[in-house]
């Protein structure tokens, strides 16, 4: 065993044999497991009464992957994770439905995932929890008398204390966030909005404010007596293998019929998982407007939306889905000629390695989500930029990488007429411009790159003191241990 054990992953879903799905975070994830070793746990996807996991090997990393669940009971977590807490988090209340049957599949859920974790768990091991799906998990353990150094990070956007109150069982589902000893969001309004949740509805206070290098660790303290810690942890990419794999990735099959394709034309890209927090829609709209104002732009640009498919049980994506094929149908029986078609739409996921040669092809790429915790895409489309003759990247303010990319043309994703100006400047924007936008944020990247995201986290979890005298049997919640433990480390 390492010297100070053993990091350990826990996710909602494991990459299969270490390998992830096209998918910024899972990638990401992986790179970090990578280069630290350890164990990365989660979910399988399969239900079955086998309690023993999946075991594979990877690079110094070992994937467990754990059946989990009972026939309806599978249904019902998943109902309560996509159908109340993704539209809570994501400011969508009006999408939102809750029923006790789900909320309490979705605590077993935690449950059964907490005792086959423990089995995995050494004395002193650090245990990193990834997003919401899993917030239950270090209260489930913490009952189960399980001692371990437990960290979580929400990647998604943590929404206003007056849409957070009306999920119901708010309190409750806060309240087990607060067994960790150290709670990372993506952004500093993430952590404002958090912070006065658990003021506002909970009763907490801030018992103290570090700050180092510009970020703000903050104490909170719960009525209960728990303390934890919390700040904000901006996730972004392994920028130096993408830039090292985006040239060679144009060599790809895909990438060069699509090349091909456009005869010349400039490439306009999203991409994006089809969901209602991503803008779509608005994005649609505003690239009509762009065509509306000029028909002949269809012979100077093609713009392709990749947008997988994804909840299609859900009714709010089905009806989405519906809306955006009628919305594309329009935009094409109105813009397009037999020789050329305006929007093309596409509803399947590509490899990570073709995604990477479609950016780099690309002379706008349009990230616009409504409501965004990072967006990672984003962070990507500028690592597998060309530097001789970079891409534009048009940013949603409202995703967390526009605090970090500044100089990508910030728009409001809500306003037509802004996105569709944006389009327009980015299109004709001068080699030079290009390459000094690009370059700033090139060079942020590399500074503050995924590798520099884990160890900024793991480093304040390793901060986090709390006595290594601790006996097994006691659980590391008690408060009299853990509030004095943690108003020590934060003077």
């Known amino acids: 065993m390492r010297a100070h054990g053993n990091l350990i992953v826990a996710s ?30 989660g979910w399988s996807g399969n239900i079955s009464a086998n309690r023993r996991p999946s075991r594979s090997f990877s690079q110094d990393v070992e994937y467990l992957a754990l059946d989990l669940g009972e026939g309806r009971d599978t249904e019902l977590h998943a109902d309560y994770v996509n159908g109340a807490l993704w539209p809570i988090l994501h400011s969508r209340p009006d999408l939102m439905h809750f029923n006790e049957a789900s909320w309490s599949a979705f605590l077993r859920f935690n449950d059964d995932f907490a005792h086959l974790l423990a089995k995995q768990i050494g004395p002193r091991d650090r245990l990193w929890v990834q997003d919401y799906h899993l ?51 993506q952004t500093p309004q993430d952590l404002e909005r958090f912070t006065q949740y658990l003021q506002s509805a909970r009763g907490a206070r801030v018992a103290g404010v570090q700050q180092i290098l510009g970020k703000d660790r903050v104490l909170i303290e719960m009525p209960d007596g728990r303390s934890f810690r ?36 400039s490439l306009v890209l999203g991409v994006d998982r089809l969901d209602y927090s991503k803008g779509l829609e608005e994005r649609f709209d505003a690239y009509r407007c762009f065509l509306e104002a000029a028909p002949a732009r269809v012979d100077e640009c093609t713009f392709v939306q990749i947008a997988p498919l994804s909840r299609a049980e859900i009714p709010a994506y089905r009806q989405l889905r519906n809306r955006l094929d009628r919305q594309v149908g329009r935009i094409n029986g109105s813009f397009s000629r037999p020789d050329r078609t305006a929007l093309r739409y596409v509803n399947r996921s590509f490899s990570q390695r073709t995604l990477y040669g479609f950016y780099r092809l690309a002379r706008v790429a349009l990230v616009t989500p409504l409501c965004d915790g990072m967006n990672l895409v984003a962070k990507e489309f500028i690592a597998c930029q060309d ?81 290594d005298a601790v006996p097994a049997t006691v659980s590391r919640a008690n408060p009299s241990q853990l509030s004095a433990a943690a108003s020590a480390a934060m003077t």
């Open 387 to 467: 530097p001789r003759d970079p891409g534009v990247l048009v940013l949603s303010r409202h995703a967390g990488a526009a605090n970090e990319l500044g100089d990508a043309l910030i728009v409001d994703p809500l306003n037509r007429d802004e996105v569709c100006a944006a389009i327009e400047t980015a299109l004709a924007m001068p080699l030079a411009e290009r390459v000094a936008r690009w370059s700033m944020m090139i060079d942020q990247l590399r500074r503050r790159d995924v590798h520099a995201w884990a160890d900024d986290f793991l480093g304040d979890l390793a901060e986090s003191r709390w006595p």
């Open 135 to 185: 917030i239950p998990l270090a209260e489930r353990l913490e009952s189960m008398r399980v001692v371990v150094r437990c960290g979580f990070f929400l990647h998604v956007p943590f929404p206003r204390p007056e849409t957070m109150i009306r999920l119901p069982r708010h309190g409750e589902l806060l309240d087990k966030l607060a067994a960790f000893e150290l709670i990372g969001v």
């Open 12 to 41: 909602h879903r494991v990459p299969l044999d270490g390998i992830p799905q096209a998918g910024g975070l899972a990638v990401a994830l992986r790179a970090v497991m990578k280069r630290k070793g350890g164990r990365w746990v």
């Open 230 to 265: 919390a700040a904000a942890y901006p996730i972004s990419i392994d920028t130096r293998s993408i830039e090292e794999s985006a040239p060679a990735a144009g060599d790809g099959a895909s990438v060069r019929r699509l090349a091909t394709s456009l005869g010349g034309s």
